[in-house]
């Protein structure tokens, strides 16, 4: 533990040390002071010797990626390191260049282990063939080059002075230097954020590559000696190394796998590799000698050359089938769950309906799903998609084609001797719960719809469109069913539609009107509120009651368009009649959807002043089912009601989902009894009159007015008044009516008639 509190210090300490050692060295050698070339010697071994115990240090503190990475780089040090400690004994000995095959033996496998650590940097290609691309790309840029260098300097030398390999060959070590910066260039592309350690060995591999090429060229013309103030480069390139050892990676760098698409690569990282070539085309010209001849490490080079790029060519050619093959299964199949896609199963469908093929189309989709992504997360939700799928195919096999069309839909594609209605019930067996999935609340059942393909079917999209009306239909039976699609159906459908279509003009063109029904007060007979209760004057159909579009308009989101302009009629007409009356108020029934609105509070306000209604003048209606949500949100704009005077009532109460701790969080001021209730109480039926009885103690507890609502007879208003409920609607006080008529009847009611 102490040794890695320590460590960051030492490595600061260290590098001070190094940088004091190159700083030192370069004002020697340009001093021009004696021992020049003892200086630069030990400069380059101890600097070498310091970057590869940096590396092994911090390779100690980094996850295997990074732990294989610096450690090749400790190896590349300590080779720098052994290569000029051999070099400087043997240059001690009397060879003033020695360029022998132990000290080229040493600086080749540095350049081998460096290039091994730029593959194993995070940013490099995992697989065998990107990692292989790579290198061939740094050795096309290296191969390329050689001509280049060959004019540049071999240009003016003579042939016979050439005859040294170590003349003809030295163009080596700087290519091998741009090869290794090429392909550190091509790792440190756009699919991370640039890692400053790859800045730094970058700088070193150029510097490097650098001295290399002066060092060459100087040899060439037999104007180097050892000590020369270009030595100072290659200690100062392994200062770089070390100093690259104190920059952590990026926090996204942390070795696994990318989730995303990389981004795609710039044009000239693909066409790196490609434009040194021309260059050296040009070269190969130039280089002829007099009597026509290309020399011999010229020839090589352009021949290995074109060998490396047709091999390069040939892992593009397999790269690009790969792609190919990557791109089909994109296209043609679900990501999430690996079934055909909605493309393949209608390729399939056009092809077997093209055919003449008697089919059936059974499409599925999950009961409640949207539940679980809501309540466990979406990533729960897609476990659970790869699951039910894999069920589905494991019981479809060989009998069909299932798909994943998008979502929680999917279809399957039969044809005979498999009976459909068969295939749905063992689909749907297939996704009851195993024994212990009951609990876990995760489990959605399937409502199915079957098509089959018949006279009336003029394409494809004519059998899905079966399919999907049987499907709606199997979930209006109760969801878990199947159903299949008949004339009956598929009429009912087209009815729906154009039902639909005409609603949408319903609001625009003035056919929706408003009747109103008193609620009165039990004990007087008195008139205190009515309930505004929207009509759609169909210009064909006639006069249709809330029951029959109402649902329509919640399904399609054209209930928020009604919903506010049934508020801004009801408050307009509350207003006329409490001219006349003014304690009478007006009670609107507000959709689920609109509670979800941000712009609640803001709407019923408007419509307030518009009309000029106090607020305390307006009951907002909510059922059970629209306030289990009880979201923060959602009560928090209903206090913000409250706060404005406008009242609460929970509409239906005892049919949805009645709760003693949604009544402690919604600021209710009233609660209506349902009519299923009411009825009953005609027929002295105990248990009714219990349970009315029992909802309007618990509305007491809760300082709530109770309204009873369906009150039809003598009996149920006798009952009801017995009980404690102070408010009744419904037939026996009077049915809904224009507001011409209810003004008629702001007077008290005989309720004892």
């Known amino acids: 533990m102490t040794a890695r509190v320590r460590s960051p210090l030492a490595g600061r300490v260290g590098l001070v040390a190094a940088a004091f050692v190159v700083l030192g060295e370069a004002g020697w050698l340009l001093a021009g002071l004696p021992r020049a070339a003892l200086v630069s010697d030990l400069g380059a071994v101890a600097v070498a010797s310091w970057a590869a115990l940096a590396c092994t240090g911090v390779a100690r503190r980094h996850p295997a990626p990074l732990r294989r990475f610096w450690v090749l780089l400790a190896v590349t040090m300590t080779l720098a390191a052994l290569g000029r400690t051999v070099w400087t004994v043997e240059r001690l000995g009397g060879d003033a260049l020695p360029h022998t095959p132990l000290v080229g033996g040493l600086f080749t496998a540095g350049i081998v282990t460096g290039t091994a650590a730029l593959l194993c940097s995070l940013a490099a290609p995992r697989s065998v063939v990107g990692q292989a691309r790579t290198v061939l790309d740094g050795v096309i840029v290296a191969l390329a080059l050689i001509p280049i260098g060959w004019v540049v300097v071999f240009r003016d030398i003579a042939a016979a002075d050439l005859a040294d390999p170590l003349r003809t060959f030295g163009l080596l070590y700087p290519m091998f230097d741009l090869m290794q910066l090429t392909i550190l260039v091509a790792v440190s592309g756009p699919t991370r954020p640039m890692w400053r350690a790859l800045t730094l060995i970058g700088a070193s591999l150029a510097i490097r590559a650098a001295a290399d090429a002066v060092y060459v060229s100087l040899v060439a013309h037999d104007s180097y000696a050892a000590g020369h103030p270009i030595d100072v480069c290659w200690p100062l390139s392994y200062l770089l190394i070390g100093a690259a050892t104190g920059h952590p990676p990026p926090a996204d760098c942390d070795g696994e796998e990318e989730t995303i698409e990389p981004p795609l690569p710039p044009w000239w990282r693909v066409a790196l590799p490609y434009l040194p070539v021309g260059g050296a085309i040009v070269a190969v010209v130039l280089a ?28 593009a050619a397999n790269e690009n089938l790969r792609l190919v093959a990557r791109l089909r299964r994109l296209a043609y199949s679900d990501q999430l769950t690996g079934l055909p896609n909605r493309l393949t199963f209608t390729r399939r469908l ?63 594609l039969v044809g005979p001797p498999v009976p459909p209605e068969r295939l749905a019930e063992r689909l749907l067996a297939a996704l009851e719960p195993l024994p212990g999935e009951e609990d876990l609340g995760v489990h959605p059942s399937a409502s199915i719809g079957i098509a089959e393909y018949g006279p009336q079917h003029t394409s494809h999209t004519d059998l899905l469109r079966d399919a999907d009306i049987a499907m709606y239909a199997a979930k209006a039976a109760g969801k878990s069913a199947y159903r299949v699609c008949t004339p009956r159906l598929r009429e009912s459908a087209v009815s729906r539609a154009e039902l639909i279509a005409d609603l949408r003009r319903a609001v625009d063109e003035g056919q929706l009107l408003i009747e109103f029904q008193p609620i009165v007060d039990l004990a007087t007979g008195t008139v205190k509120s009515a ?28 209930i928020l368009a009604i919903d506010r302009w049934v508020l801004g009629q009801a408050c307009r007409a509350a207003a006329t009649w409490r001219q006349r009356a003014p304690e009478v108020t007006v009670a609107v029934n507000i959709a689920a959807a609109h509670l979800r609105r941000p712009d609640l509070v803001a709407t019923v306000t408007e419509a307030l002043e518009a009309a000029g209604l106090p607020p305390d003048a307006l009951t907002l209606e909510l059922t059970e089912s629209a306030l289990i949500d009880g979201s923060e949100t959602v009560l928090e704009r209903l206090a913000q009601l409250r706060e404005l005077g406008v009242r609460i009532a929970i509409d239906d109460f005892g049919t949805g989902y009645s709760s003693l701790s949604y009544l402690h969080r919604i600021p209710a001021t009233e609660l209506k009894i349902d009519r299923s209730f009411v009825a009953r109480l005609d027929a002295e039926d105990s248990r009714a009159y219990a349970t009315v009885e029992m909802v309007n103690r618990l509305a007491g507890a809760f300082d709530l007015m109770v309204v009873a609502e369906g009150v039809e007879t003598g009996a149920q208003h006798a009952a009801v008044a017995a009980i404690g409920c102070v408010q009744g609607q419904g037939w026996r006080y009077g049915r809904p009516t224009a507001l011409p008529d209810l003004l008629a009847t702001l007077t008290p009611i005989d309720v004892a008639r």
């Open 288 to 315: 002829r000698r007099p009597t026509g001849q290309t020399p011999h490490l010229i020839f090589v080079a352009m021949m290995v050359l074109l060998g490396v790029l047709a091999l390069r060519q040939g892992l």
């Open 531 to 558: 309930e505004a209760l929207v009509r759609w004057r169909h210009p064909r159909l006639g006069v249709l009651p809330p029951a029959r579009f109402l649902p329509l308009a919640e399904e399609t989101g054209l």
């Open 350 to 412: 056009r092809r077997a309906l093209r055919d003449g093929r008697p089919v059936a189309v059974l499409l599925l989709d999950l009961d409640g799903f949207k539940q679980v992504n809501d309540r466990f997360g979406h990533a729960a939700g897609d476990r659970l998609l790869t699951t039910i799928a894999e069920r589905m195919h494991d019981t479809v096999g060989g009998d069909g084609m299932i798909a994943r069309l998008g979502g929680d839909e999917f279809a399957v």
